[in-house]
């Protein structure tokens, strides 16, 4: 074991770490709630820290693996907490199970989200820099914008979707039969959601997340992704087809973001499409950026700690925002310090000595 | 690595000059052939009327002065660049409607002037990538980790150490590319476009910024990498050493024209080459 340990790429050992610190702070975490030590105001943070962790470990993949800044990764989000809901709302009364219903509104989210991926992916993924950050950024707003004037409802005759671009119609439009339900209700988003998402579920998802994330990176589609990031001209040079390998990090990013939403969307009660906005994709910039670019175990940390952080400082009410400004500066300073740095690196070099002269 | 490189002309081509291509190349179809080759950048005319047969296994030189269209050439013919005129055969088969991944995938691999590494992977993924494809799993094997992931990474780790291990680089597997001393980047960046499977090697410049002593190394892996592959190559290189000690074939790109060709004595003593290197002498 120990030798088997010793041979393997620090890579894969990180990794192991990575899944073994997720599953050891959910089990930590549902002990305590079975043990009533968790106040409600944590229990109601569990399952939207999920989402927000696969938000972030997704966006690293298009940021840090492939190096292109993207805006508007809450738009994907969207997509997948409309379609979510959408599907969870449509299968209440055919499928009673709530766990069968959250699987499959998280595959339609998740689908819908790839395919919005796709289609913005394509025109897109053209640019490069601050012109593909802009593009992504006018694109999720185009999103949210379609889905403002989105109406969609149910009954047995199926679905009735209807765009209300020129503001003149409303839900009544959609024709509904007495049983039908409304859905989707334009501008003001939808209500009356069954809150089926739970903190198990929300953990699986996660999982997930990262076995696809860390598992696609480690193979030969993640080194052709990462060679693109590196150098561009020199992956053309040894046969990479950059616009696909793009759109593969790209898609794959987006279809986890819809994974994500629909399991937001299935949290709440009501959802409307202006809580996925810029602030939404800038915020889990942030927290690819300050876990380090590229690096998985960092984004997750770094969503816990700062989606934590606010609430854990609303007793500073009026300074609370402050401190969490200054707690963000002061983290990316310190993060970008070479002298830090090389303090840790000697303090890791005569940790290791002295190990090595036990040994001996 | 004996099925490495072994490619069947697929349509045979007359050598156009025999003498200048290596005597065992002699029967055989050229495996880069150059016709009437041309770029034009808006009104600047940058490559004009390039002819050139490289023999199979043939080390050839391409060299001349600054900004005389020698890296335009490699451009040329990695499709970085599109030709305005003329046609590059390669292994007898047109390039004209191929890009870059096309043309690396019938054959051509290349370095660069200014090191291009993949500078935040380690070595081995470096040489990885060159195998990208002659992998054969998709991303979906790549996710879920099905057998054939493991077979073929076990391959490509296999490939990659055997590779690395004939330029006694082996030990450097897990080193970040971008952390090698510069020499070793440069042998790297080399290892890499072999393991992409080529026919013809493009090396530009591989001697830039060396020392005597790693020159000479150099020109010894460059000797074995002929002789081991059995694969051409095509080198852009100022160090006249380099050039005159290994290169059987040279020709020499003045202002984008070729204006000799030749084996290395007869460019040496070629007046038109002395004239574009050092200048006219002043009459009287």
Same mark, same amino acid.
């Given at each position: ?38 106040s409600?105001q ?28 993207s ?90 979707i ?19 339900i409304?859905?989707i ?45 590196d ?130 | ?36 080759l ?14 050139m ?7 050839a ?39 870059t ?51 073929? /990474?076990?391959v &490509?780790?296999?490939?990659?150490? *055997?590779?690395?291990?004939i330029? =006694?680089?082996?030990?450097?597997? %897990?080193? #970040? ?27 530009? /410049?591989?001697? &830039?910024?060396?020392?005597?002593? *790693?020159?000479?190394?150099?020109? =010894?892996?460059?000797?074995?990498? %002929?002789? #081991? ?7 852009i ?22 204006? &000799?060709?030749?084996?290395?004595? *007869? ?18």
């Amino acid at each position: 074991m120990k030798s088997y340990l010793k041979n393997m790429k620090s890579v894969t050992k990180v990794d192991f770490a990575t899944y073994l610190g997720v599953i050891l702070a959910f089990v930590i975490v549902t002990v305590c709630q079975n043990m009533d030590l968790l106040s409600r105001q944590v229990t109601g943070m569990l399952v939207p820290i999920c989402c927000y962790v696969v938000m972030a470990v997704s966006l690293n993949l298009t940021v840090g693996i492939l190096g292109e800044l993207s805006l508007g990764h809450a738009g994907f989000m969207s997509v997948g907490a409309f379609s979510g809901v959408v599907t969870s709302m449509c299968l209440s009364e055919s499928i009673p199970n709530e766990l069968v219903r959250v699987v499959l509104a998280l595959v339609v989210g998740t689908i819908f989200a790839a395919i919005t991926g796709v289609i913005v992916g394509v025109p897109v993924l053209r640019l490069r820099g601050d012109y593909l950050a802009i593009v992504t950024l006018a694109f999720g707003e185009i999103i949210r914008d379609i889905i403002n004037c989105l109406l969609v409802g149910w009954d047995e005759n199926g679905l009735h979707i209807a765009l209300n671009i020129d503001g003149t119609k409303n839900i009544d439009s959609l024709g509904l039969s007495e049983n039908g339900i409304e859905i989707i209700k334009g501008a003001q988003g939808a209500s009356g959601n069954d809150r089926i998402a739970t903190f198990t579920v929300g953990f699986v998802l996660v999982m997930i997340t990262l076995v696809v994330v860390l598992n696609l990176v480690r193979s030969r589609t993640g080194r052709a992704v990462m060679a693109i990031r590196d150098n561009r001209i020199a992956a053309e040079s040894v046969g990479i087809n950059i616009t696909k390998y793009k759109l593969i990090a790209f898609v794959t990013s987006a279809a986890l973001a819809g994974a994500a939403g629909a399991l937001f969307g299935l949290n709440y009660a009501s959802v409307s499409a202006d809580q996925f906005d810029f602030n939404t994709s800038i915020m889990v910039l942030v927290y690819v950026v300050l876990g380090g670019l590229g690096n998985i175990w960092g984004s997750i940390v770094a969503t816990v700690v700062i989606y934590v952080l606010p609430e854990a400082l609303r007793e500073y009410a009026d300074l609370r925002m402050l401190l969490y400004a200054i707690i963000l500066i002061v983290v990316m300073l310190v993060t970008n310090n070479p002298t830090i740095w090389n303090f840790f690196a000697r303090v890791h070099q005569q940790l290791r000595e002295r190990k090595g002269g036990q040994v001996e | 690595m004996s099925n490495h490189l072994h490619r069947e002309p697929t349509r045979l081509v007359p050598v156009p000059n025999p003498n200048k291509i290596p005597e065992r190349d002699i029967d055989k179809a050229p495996i880069l052939e150059c016709r009437h080759l041309g770029i034009d950048f808006g009104g600047l005319t940058a490559v004009k009327d390039f002819n050139m047969a490289i023999g199979r296994t043939e080390i050839a030189g391409l060299i001349g002065p600054n900004g005389a269209g020698k890296t335009t050439v490699f451009n040329l013919l990695t499709k970085v660049y599109q030709p305005t005129r003329g046609t590059i055969l390669l292994d007898g088969v047109d390039t004209n409607n191929m890009n870059t991944v096309q043309v690396n995938k019938a054959g051509i691999a290349r370095t660069f002037q200014n090191i291009r590494l993949f500078n935040n992977l380690t070595v081995e993924d470096n040489v990885k990538l060159g195998f990208h494809n002659h992998i054969g799993y998709g991303m979906w094997s790549g996710i879920f980790r099905l057998p054939n992931y493991w077979k073929s /990474e076990k391959v &490509a780790h296999e490939r990659a150490m *055997e590779l690395l291990s004939i330029f =006694d680089m082996d030990y450097m597997a %897990r080193y #970040t590319a971008g952390s090698l001393p510069y020499g070793a980047q440069r042998k790297l960046e080399i290892v890499r476009a072999l393991a992409t499977n080529p026919s013809l090697l493009l090396l530009d /410049e591989p001697a &830039a910024g060396m020392n005597p002593s *790693e020159t000479a190394e150099l020109m =010894d892996n460059i000797v074995k990498i %002929r002789d #081991t592959f059995g694969i051409a190559i095509l080198l852009i290189e100022h160090d006249m050493s380099l050039v005159m000690g290994i290169c059987e074939g040279i020709a020499v790109l003045n202002f984008g024209q070729i204006i &000799a060709k030749g084996t290395p004595d *007869e460019i040496k003593n070629d007046p038109v080459v002395i004239e574009a290197y050092l200048g006219k002498r002043k009459e009287g």
